[in-house]
T-cell receptor
């Protein structure tokens, strides 16, 4: 049973560029959340998608946007990249009502 | 606003020691608390999940307790091994915050052979 799959694993972008990260949830899960983890810190909640809609959002600017597809997979888009966006981006999935999260291995984004 | 704190931030112990990692949270209105393990540069692996109605959960050499009223949880690791070296994160799911997890900053554990 495949867990949460994220792609790519590593990415290097230049300031001002745009990036798209992808996530496939664990089989049977219908809810996807995205987290940003800066080096040496705990993950910070970005937003959550359920039924193809953003249901909840953390304290992140509008440069961060997302999408959920009918097969429950999700994308995280970041526009106008800043050096401070360099982090590990984690995707987590769960089944609504179950409240147990499964995390992916993350995408390491470096902005230069 | 919920705040989660983990103490200590880093810990180094010799192999074989029993150890306790601490997690505290400011708002006791939580639905559950989850402990995760993170290896360097990797994702999170769920270790234990404690529902708010539970007092503890055990898995192998790991035991997690929850005192919701005092806003505390501990992760007990028995007979530590070098393979236990990792960062341990606790996270709470609040009653009134939808499905958002709030994480502590983690405890970086090194077990020396």
């Amino acid at each position: 049973d495949a867990g949460v799959t994220q792609s790519p694993t590593h990415l290097i972008k230049t300031r001002g560029q745009q990036v798209t990260l992808r996530c496939s949830p664990k089989s049977g899960h219908d809810t996807v959340s995205w987290y940003q983890q800066a080096l040496g810190q705990g993950p910070q909640f970005i937003f959550q998608y359920y039924e193809e809609e953003e249901r909840q959002r953390g304290n992140f600017p509008d440069r961060f946007s997302g999408h959920q597809f009918p097969n429950y997979s999700s994308e995280l888009n970041v526009n106008a990249l800043l050096l401070g966006d360099s982090a590990l981006y984690l995707c987590a999935s769960m089944q609504q009502g179950a409240y147990g999260y499964t995390f992916g291995s993350g995408t390491r984004l470096t902005v230069v | 606003k919920q705040e989660v704190t983990q103490i200590p931030a880093a810990l180094s112990v010799p192999e074989g020691e029993n150890l306790v990692l601490n997690c505290s949270f400011t708002d006791s209105a939580i639905y559950n608390l989850q402990w995760f393990r993170q290896d360097p540069g990797k994702g999170l692996t769920s270790l234990l999940l404690i529902q708010s109605s539970q007092r503890e959960q055990t898995s192998g050499r790991l035991n997690a307790s929850l005192d919701k009223s005092s806003g505390r949880s501990t992760l007990y690791i028995a007979a530590s091994q070098p393979g236990d070296s990792a960062t341990y994160l606790c996270a709470v799911l609040e009653d009134n915050a939808g499905n958002m997890l709030t994480f502590g900053g983690g405890t970086r554990l090194m077990v020396k052979p």
